[in-house]
């Protein structure tokens, strides 16, 4: 993409256009790697064997820690790096790239070999029963132990690509990695017999393959683009910048994925069947969430962008644009899963004390996706502008301060449905909290 048409999409392009063209891709390329996640879930499903499906639902969350790390280097460097580029400081980008690409492949490095040393204690700690202990340690060995890199790698470089207004291959190459992990996963799941292991090798090579699309896109823009994977360019000055609005993203994903630990933990205490049963619907709960993630991912660049050149109406719209939109897209899967939660949980397994449970359990989770979705905008958006101590501040008490001990009283009260209605209680208190703390950084900005 041309400085033209980047410059154009930044500052002069009607609102609906302009987070269109950047999240929308952003948007596709989140559904497709839903549906590889929902694609692991269906195949091993299919198997019909529970105990499968608790040992990938044991194992996801910790997986998705690296989301966390993604977002810390990933969010927090195309944010800071977006906000240089409206403030005419483009020549600090290539900084800011390098520092983020190193410095996550060498904390990705440590969080995979202590998974590895740990393995054991971990998937105990995690839950996991004699049952399903040896295929939950296969699974781990092939997502995090050797797809750690690849996969943390994929999502900063994405990232990046995003905050230039390259969004069409940053889109590209997450789609690569989930379209490779659909075609392999029934090849060698059924194909070759691996049975279980496949879909945990279909992921991790999926996610290898989608970094090597990565690094030849950016070998491709060399001379074309301010960012910089240059180990020559790396700085370690730009670090605290980075991390004060990265933190916010990485505690957002890393204290979710501590509250899915914690619901999976107390969920194992009910059987296998009810963590398989919980498994399968937080895969199928993640596709409004992550179509807000993709519009999230989407604007963020708009936001930094027009906060750093003091266009504070644009911005605003933009933000409101994206919060409404994201709202109705959350109301209509609302209405389709209280509708059809039966045939849903019934594709995916066949056994059916699981599929009456998810049913509950679906109908359930989708009412707190409406809250969630606008919560999680209102945040993002704050980091967009480099809000990071205000972001941080709402992710703490939203995922942290409110969730796990709301989940563990919520259980000892009400037991495993409980667990289940605690998000709805959670966005609820935290709507007024997140509005409250925009509106008072919108009154400083307008001041």
């Known amino acids: 993409m041309s400085y033209v048409s980047e410059k154009e999409i930044f500052e002069t392009m009607p609102v609906q256009k302009a987070v269109s063209a950047l999240a929308i891709p952003t ?34 969350p910790w997986f998705s820690l690296l989301t966390a790390l993604g977002n810390l280097f990933g969010i927090g460097g195309s944010s800071l790096a977006s906000r240089l580029l409206g403030a005419k400081r483009e020549n600090e980008v290539r900084y800011v790239s390098s520092f983020c690409f190193y410095g996550g492949i060498g904390v990705t490095f440590f969080f995979s070999l202590l998974s590895f040393l740990f393995q054991k204690p971990l998937l105990i700690f995690l839950g996991a029963s004699e049952e399903n202990m040896v295929y939950a340690s296969s699974y781990l060995l092939w997502v995090v132990v050797l797809g750690g890199i690849p996969t943390m790698m994929s999502m900063t470089l994405a990232h990046f690509l995003r905050s230039e207004g390259h969004a069409k291959p940053a889109s590209m190459g997450m789609m690569l990695g989930g379209i490779l992990n659909m075609i392999l996963d029934p090849i060698l799941i059924y194909g070759l017999r691996m049975g279980f292991m496949g879909a945990a090798v279909a992921t991790g090579f999926s996610n290898f393959v989608s970094m090597l699309f990565f690094l030849i896109y950016f070998r491709k823009l060399r001379g074309k683009t301010e960012l910089s994977l240059s180990t020559g360019h790396f700085r370690i000055q730009f670090a605290g910048d980075v991390f004060s609005v990265g933190i916010a993203s990485a505690l957002t994903a890393g204290l979710a994925n501590l509250s899915n630990m914690t619901i999976v933990r107390l969920a194992s205490e009910y059987g296998d069947v009810s963590v398989a049963a919980y498994g399968i619907v937080k895969k199928i709960d993640m596709f409004p969430l992550g179509i807000s993630m ?64 998810g049913t509950s359990f679906l109908r359930i989770a989708c ?23 205000q972001a941080t501040i709402l992710t703490l008490c939203r995922q942290g301060l409110l969730n796990i001990p709301l989940l563990i009283l919520m259980n000892r009260i009400f037991g495993l449905y409980g667990m289940i209605w605690t998000q709805l209680v959670i966005e609820s208190l935290m709507l007024p909290a997140t509005l409250g703390m925009y509106m008072a950084t919108w009154r400083k900005l307008k001041g």
């Open 367 to 389: 009412l707190a996706v409406p809250l969630t979705s606008v919560n999680a905008l209102i945040i993002y958006t704050l980091q967009a502008m480099g809000k990071g101590v």
């Open 294 to 357: 993709g519009l999230c991912q989407g604007f963020m660049p708009l936001v930094g962008y027009n906060y750093a050149s003091k266009n504070y109406m644009r911005m605003r719209e933009v933000s409101v644009f994206s919060w409404r939109t994201a709202l109705v897209i959350a109301l209509c899967f609302v209405g389709c899963y209280v509708g059809m939660a039966p045939s849903l949980m019934q594709s995916f397994i066949r056994d059916m004390q699981t599929s009456l449970l």
């Open 27 to 60: 948007i596709i390329s989140q559904i497709v790697s839903i549906i590889y996640n929902l694609a692991d879930t269906f195949f091993i499903g299919q198997l019909g064997n529970p105990y499968m499906v608790a040992a990938a639902t044991l194992v996801y």
